[in-house]
Nanobody, 115 residues
Framework: VQLAESGGGLVQLGGSLRLSCAAS????????MSWVRQSQGKGLEWVAH????????VYADCAKGRFTVSRDNAKNTVFLQMNSLKSEDTALYFC?????????RGQGTQVTVSS
C-alpha cells in the first residue's frame, strides 16, 4: 500500500488549497478513503471520509462547509479541497485507506495557514 499526498503549502488566512493523494498497491476503487490531520503536539484528527464509489461523504465538524473530499477512481486519486482556511487548520495532512483505521496512510503534506 502506497499513498502519496501533495498540494500542501503556506497559505494566507481565508485562502484555499487543494490536496491530492495518489494511491497504489491496492484496488483503490474498492476502499473507502479518509483525510486525517495532525497538528504539532497533538494526535491524529479525522477530517473527512469518502465512500469507495465517491457517492457518500462525511465530514468532521471542523471541516463542514469549508472542505470537500472527492476522488477519481480512474486515476487512483483522492482530493481534499480546502477553502476559508483558518489558523487552526495548520497541520500535517494525511490521506488514509479506510474510514476507521488509519494505519495505512502516507507521509503527509504540510499545510500552514498564516495570518
Amino acid at each position: 500500500v502506497q499513498l502519496a499526498e501533495s498540494g500542501g503549502g503556506l497559505v494566507q488566512l481565508g485562502g484555499s488549497l487543494r490536496l491530492s493523494c495518489a494511491a497504489s498497491g491496492f484496488t483503490f476503487s474498492t476502499y473507502h478513503m479518509s483525510w486525517v490531520r495532525q497538528s504539532q503536539g497533538k494526535g491524529l484528527e479525522w477530517v473527512a471520509h469518502i465512500a469507495s464509489d465517491g457517492l457518500n461523504t462525511v465530514y468532521a465538524d471542523c471541516a463542514k462547509g469549508r472542505f470537500t473530499v472527492s476522488r477519481d477512481n480512474a486515476k487512483n486519486t483522492v482530493f481534499l479541497q480546502m477553502n476559508s482556511l483558518k489558523s487552526e487548520d495548520t497541520a500535517l495532512y494525511f490521506c488514509a485507506r479506510g474510514w476507521s483505521d488509519f494505519t495505512y496512510r502516507g507521509q503527509g503534506t504540510q499545510v500552514t495557514v498564516s495570518s
